[in-house]
């Protein structure tokens, strides 16, 4: 047999079995359709067991971010001896530095008979009252008792003590000068132990020093003849300069930390335009007779407010409020009666939640064996309300000067988190059409079988500050539903979305 | 740009639509089991390669590009299960599956024209489901899906030789039968 021929039988064969059918067995699609929903079922475990995998793994991450970010927003406990350590006599280390008060070269009191009388009674040390010992020195004394004061450094206290002693042997004096100096100096760390004792307590976080006796001159209204002078002590002093030392390590968390709260509070407003996603799954056979709709594009506003927790993280809360809405592509759906809470009546399933259509619209009593028609020409509407809250890292950040006067700042930060889904509304117009011919339209208020769940998102943002408070940010973000949306029905439905988020944000931080 | 009719079933099917799943099976079965007895050498082998079939494109249908057939699509998928469940099966690649001991020189092949006026579906199909599975893998993918023979022996993992001599024998066989249909009819 030649090719030809070959080729002439071959065309033959294939015009004779050319567009013929064979009808299959009924059992057929039932077969596939068996095993399609025996995968999904599958697939749906595998996904329910993958899904719990991950939330542990990201409740977990979660626990230790929150354990390490709240150990770290602890103030590491030192012995506040250990605060301030007197390597010598010579040497004092302060956290903190105090305004130094010099006395001014004024009269306190010499046309105040009633002071003088009350100073006259007061009892002077008159070791110090002969020594003059000068209100400079007690001011530079007080420097640097107050400084270990705030630091509740109990070796200091004696300086204190001394200081209103000093103050009360000034006071003795009519007349004050200023810059005097000498050996005088020396007493200021002669005291006795009850002063010692009782100015420990008295000028812990206060400047104000006062004295067993009422009468006695309080060392606020010396203050407030003095006036500030700069840190540094001069020699006229005699006393020993102290010297500033990082001895800790922790000391500049310390500062950071102390940056009030309201400082580290910012507040957001946001839209974002959401494209939504329906993922269905079927759990029973009758599931794949509905649920068909697809979620339209939506829209996202929503205010949140933003913890600092330290350099890097954020943690941020807040609300949103969605709107979007669903259609199933204008498919003309059949009910057929049903018994709705012990009545016939007709109901209408969706991915999104079942809906009974109100008996009282249609021309007869519904009776079983009944059918209409339904088609959704205008889409539903869909709002809800959203928690999320969400923990933020900065990924990237720079700082410039923009014409060289606003300060500006550009940031890159991820964000990740969960949040929580309440449904608020859901309703529509739908056109009905009887058996009889007569067609209607119908508003869907009532859905049911609604619930609130929740799911996890993460995004990306990118921030530009300008100014020294005020942010403008895009954040594209991806969210991810993890429990379905309605229940009580055959199928689960979860909700997907991308949104980009645009919006403000003011921090109560100045840059 | 509108979306077609198949184009908005697909669409409707990767939404889980089960309508739509349904209206595809029924719209492609009936040509597609015509496929399947041409792979199979019973019925039910045959209905079980149609299920199985429908079951690899409803889960790849998200890799349909729309860029060709629809319908060519799901038939390749078809044949692509035929081949995968003969190579799973037992090879059966004894030389012959009849006999050609009455092949003889005087043997006159059949006209294209006299098949067609005088062979039925069925027939033809009983016959080429009786070839041996070796000789109607080869003539199936050679005639009705247009491979060429080293594509058939990449696939069947055989010898561009083996794939001609299966081809020619099968042939052979056919004609041979149609003959005697042919012979019997007038």
């Known amino acids: 047999m030649s090719e030809f021929d070959d080729e002439a039988f071959d065309e033959g064969l294939r015009r004779v079995v050319a567009g013929h059918g064979v009808d299959p067995p009924p059992s057929a699609w039932t077969g596939v359709r068996l095993a399609m929903l025996e995968r999904q079922l599958t697939t749906y475990k595998s996904t329910t067991i993958w899904l719990k995998g991950t939330v542990g793994v990201l409740s977990a991450l979660l626990g230790v971010v929150g354990y390490l970010l709240y150990q770290s927003s602890i103030p590491p406990i030192q012995n506040p001896e250990n605060q301030v350590a007197q390597a010598s006599p010579d040497t004092v280390y302060l956290t903190r530095t105090e305004t130094v008060y010099r006395d001014r070269p004024v009269v306190v009191y010499l046309e105040r008979p009633e002071v003088k009388n009350k100073y006259s009674n007061t009892e002077l040390n008159p070791t110090l009252s002969d020594q003059h010992s000068t209100s400079n020195t007690w001011q530079a004394e007080s420097k640097a008792e107050s400084s270990n004061t705030v630091v509740q450094n109990g070796t200091d206290v004696q300086n204190k ?145 933003s913890v600092k927790l330290s350099k890097k993280w954020t943690v941020v809360g807040g609300v949103e409020f969605g709107g979007s809405s669903f259609d199933d592509g204008n498919r003309r759906v059949v009910l057929s009666t049903e018994t709705i809470n012990g009545e016939t009546g007709y109901q209408y ?49 720079k700082h410039y000067l923009f014409l060289g006067q606003v300060p500006m700042n550009l940031q890159i930060y991820g964000i990740f988190g969960g949040y929580w889904q309440v449904p608020l509304r859901q309703e529509g117009k739908v056109q009905i059409y009887e058996s009889s011919g007569r067609e209607f339209t119908a508003e869907l208020r009532h859905f049911q079988n609604l619930r609130s769940s929740w799911g996890i998102q993460a995004g990306v943002g990118t921030e530009l500050g300008i100014g020294r408070h005020f942010n403008f940010f895009i954040e594209p973000t991806v969210s991810r539903g993890l429990t379905s949306v309605v229940e009580n029905m055959s199928l689960t439905t979860t909700l997907s979305n991308f949104g980009v988020k645009v919006g403000t944000r003011w921090s109560f931080e100045k840059r | ?168 024998d099968a042939r052979k066989i056919l004609q041979k039968r149609i003959r005697k249909v042919m012979y019997d009819h007038n």
Not at chain 1, 358 to 386: F, N, Q
Not at chain 2, 25 to 40: K, N
Not at chain 2, 117 to 128: N, P, T, Y
């Open chain 1, 161 to 305: 003590a001394e200081s209103s002693k000093n103050l009360k042997s000034n006071n003795s004096k009519p007349v004050m000068k200023a810059g005097t100096s000498g050996d005088n100096s020396r007493n200021l760390f002669d005291t006795d132990e009850s002063n010692r004792k009782q100015s420990s307590v008295q000028n812990l976080g206060t400047e104000n020093t006062q004295l067993d006796d009422p009468g006695k001159i309080n060392a606020s209204s010396e203050l407030a003849l003095l006036k500030p002078i700069s840190t540094s002590f001069g020699r006229n002093f005699k006393m020993p300069k102290p010297r500033y030392r990082g001895l800790f390590a922790p000391v500049p968390d310390i500062t950071k930390l102390r940056t009030p709260l309201s400082e580290r509070i910012s507040l957001s407003a946001y839209v974002s335009p959401d494209w939504n996603k329906i993922d269905v799954r079927r759990e029973e056979p009758d599931a794949f007779t509905y649920g068909d709709e697809e979620l339209l594009i939506g829209v996202v506003a929503g205010l949140r407010a």
């Open chain 1, 349 to 397: 399933r969706s991915a999104l939640g079942t809906v009974a259509i109100p008996s009282k619209l249609l021309s007869s009593v519904p009776r079983p064996s009944d059918a209409i028609g339904l088609e959704i020409h205008e889409p539903i509407l869909r709002y809800s309300l959203s928690l999320p809250l969400s923990f933020r890292y900065e990924l990237w950040q």
């Open chain 2, 1 to 168: 740009m509108p979306l077609t009719e198949e184009q908005k079933l697909i669409k409707a099917c990767l939404n889980g639509d089960g309508t739509a799943f349904e209206e595809i099976y029924h719209q492609f079965a009936a040509r597609m089991l015509a496929v399947c007895y041409r792979y199979s050498h019973h019925k039910d082998d045959a209905k079980d390669l149609l299920q199985e079939g429908f079951i690899k494109v409803f889960e790849q249908l998200s890799k349909f590009r729309h860029e060709g057939s629809f319908e060519g699509w799901i038939r390749r998928i078809m044949v692509l299960t035929a081949l995968e469940k003969y190579r799973k099966g037992t090879r059966e690649r004894e030389s012959y599956g009849g006999s050609l001991d009455d092949l003889t020189d005087a043997f006159q092949p059949v006209s294209s024209d006299d098949i067609y006026s005088q062979m039925g579906f069925d027939e033809l199909i009983a016959m080429i489901r009786e070839l041996s599975p070796a000789y109607k893998m080869v003539f199936n993918l050679y005639v009705f899906e247009g491979m060429k023979h080293e594509e058939i022996a990449k696939t069947l993992s055989i010898s561009v030789g083996t794939s001609k001599s299966n081809l020619s």
